[in-house]
């Protein structure tokens, strides 16, 4: 009871912006750039906190001590380092992420006034707590609400970011919502380990019905026709390999956690639809190119996936996280076989690049995960891989890659 107390007081005091935001004169428009760093500060804020809840304050620590470790201590001092503010952060900082990418600029341009609000919710907030005499280590809450309510409050009675806002929901398409979902349902996986599997079969089914509303709207009921192509050449191998060998090496799926489709996990199939789809559109309808996109995901997969149980290598010849040579050589072609299937079947399908987001989102999400389980190698060779190209290649017809279509 006192910890929402509390909240509520900082909330309140932070939207007292409302009664002091006219005393204050607009500075003007910062920096576009302002935006971009604000919702990488918020995403790192986020990061920061799930890399908390699964345990690697020690790992920070031991691996950069000249960054991390004064920050740790500072935190120590101040309210601790626990799972109560890796909640804090991995909650909150997507939250400041979307306000900067929204308008990081007019948050720059009144810093004056935010700050005074701010300060107020924080000083509020703290007061409550302390005659609450609730636990100190309510102290980030308290600063990240009462910073939340400022921004907030001042972008919605911001003419320039309602108009923002307006011309994002006027482009916004169901699909690009879905990806979005996609993207937000991994934030419980550090709050909720033992739910990785749900959450994964959930992201995964988010992306493929994505797919399938992006695809609708470029060639109508053929991308249904499309996915369940896609999805059987991906079961079959899958099946095939797993049984035999061949072409991935020798691997089992015994003790792959549910849902799974003829001992294979589901998301095994969808994912060579719909990821190897968003590689096509990215690549702009070049197999070989989508090839290697497929190719540099799987460096990451490889890593999690075992990790989680999803497969495990048995091959003799192990390469990376007990995978074979060929078995990249299988993914990079069995990736360019469905991407030269979609170009043949469906053409205008790499005339727009827009689902290209989904394989973007993937290249961040992707070795930020192998970071929180302490895979370096593979997050750092993925990550490499996976946004060089994710983000040095231009779309059909020499056009730069387009953020929505």
């Known amino acids: 009871m006192s910890l929402l107390l509390a909240l509520l007081v900082a909330l309140l005091a932070a939207l007292m ?200 709207r470029k060639i109508g009921a053929r991308i249904v026709l499309l996915g369940m192509m896609a999805f059987a050449i991906g079961l079959t191998v899958e099946i095939i390999g797993s049984g035999t060998g061949f072409p991935f090496g020798a691997y089992s799926y015994a003790g792959a956690p549910e849902p799974t489709i003829l001992g294979v996990p589901i998301i095994v199939p969808l994912g060579w639809f719909a990821l190897v789809l968003s590689a096509h559109v990215l690549a702009g309808g070049r197999p070989w190119l989508a090839g290697l996109l497929v190719l540099a995901w799987d460096l990451g997969l490889e890593a999690l996936m075992t990790s989680k149980g999803y497969w495990t290598w048995h091959d003799p010849k192990a390469l990376w996280y007990g995978a074979p040579v060929h078995n990249y050589l299988a993914w990079f072609v069995v990736g360019a076989l469905i991407s030269w299937l979609f170009s043949r079947l469906a053409p205008e399908l790499q005339e727009d690049s827009g689902f290209a987001w989904a394989y973007r989102l993937e290249a961040l999400f992707v070795p930020a995960g192998l970071v929180l389980l302490g895979l370096w190698p593979a997050a750092l060779l993925c990550g490499l891989a996976m946004n060089a190209l994710a983000w040095r290649w231009n779309s059909a017809r020499g056009r730069n890659i387009e953020t929505a279509s």
């Open 17 to 216: 912006l409302w009664a002091i935001r006219g005393r204050y004169q607009r500075l003007g428009d910062g920096p576009v750039r302002l935006r971009i760093l604000g919702g990488l500060f918020g995403m790192g804020l986020a990061f920061f906190g799930a890399w908390l809840l699964v345990g690697k304050g020690g790992l920070l620590v031991d691996t950069t001590p000249v960054v991390f470790g004064p920050v740790l201590a500072l935190l120590a001092l101040l309210g601790g380092t626990g799972p109560y503010l890796g909640v804090t952060l991995a909650i909150s900082g997507p939250i400041l992420a979307v306000l900067a990418v929204l308008g990081g600029d007019l948050l720059w341009a009144g810093r004056r006034p935010l700050g005074a609000a701010a300060l107020v919710g924080v000083i509020a907030g703290l007061t409550g707590a302390a005659l609450m005499r609730a636990d100190r280590e309510l102290w980030p809450l308290v600063v990240l609400a009462a910073t939340i309510g400022a921004q907030s409050a001042w972008l919605v009675s911001d003419l320039e970011a309602r108009s923002r806002l307006q011309r994002v929901l006027s482009h916004t398409e169901p699909w690009m919502v879905l990806l979005v979902l996609a993207a937000l349902v991994r934030i419980p996986v550090p709050l909720w380990p033992g739910g990785f599997p749900l959450i994964s079969a959930v992201q995964m089914g988010l992306i493929t019905l994505a797919a399938l509303l992006w695809g609708w």
